[in-house]
């Protein structure tokens, strides 16, 4: 059981820069893939980043390539998304997830998901 928490985010003007954290309880953090995902209202909830378990590989969406960047920290549970040069379309719920397999950027291949910290761009 992995129990994930998220923190950092807030109301930003556009261009601005936002870090968001997710903490995760349990030893075995280092054996699980890890991802943000958002869901803007009355959008489907949709894969923003991962970072794979051992070597670290990334994957990003196109929308905020070049804009965000993963990375984690296996010592301290936690794995961190930075985003800059944010736009009001990066206004949504943005969820940290873990996934014991190895498909990365589906929705439904995560096992456990945190409550999800709230991002607003204004314009």
């Known amino acids: 059981q992995v129990q994930l928490v998220e923190s950092g985010g807030g109301l930003v003007q556009a261009g601005g820069s936002l870090r968001l954290t997710c903490a995760a309880s349990?030893?075995?953090?280092?054996?699980?893939?890890m991802g943000w995902f958002r869901q803007a209202p009355g959008k489907e909830r949709e894969f923003v980043a991962a970072?794979?378990?051992?070597?670290?590989?990334?994957y990003y969406a196109d929308s905020i390539k070049g804009r965000f960047t993963i990375s984690r920290d296996n010592a301290k549970n936690t794995v961190a998304l930075q985003m800059n040069s944010l736009k009001p379309e990066d206004t949504a719920v943005y969820y940290c997830?873990?996934?014991?397999?190895?498909?990365?950027?589906?929705?439904?291949?995560?096992?456990?998901w945190g409550q999800g910290t709230q991002v607003t761009v204004s314009s």
């Open positions: 997830a873990a996934n014991s397999g190895a498909v990365v950027t589906l929705l439904r291949y995560y096992d456990y």
């Open positions: 349990g030893r075995t953090f280092s054996s699980y893939t």
């Open positions: 970072i794979t378990r051992g070597n670290g590989s990334t």
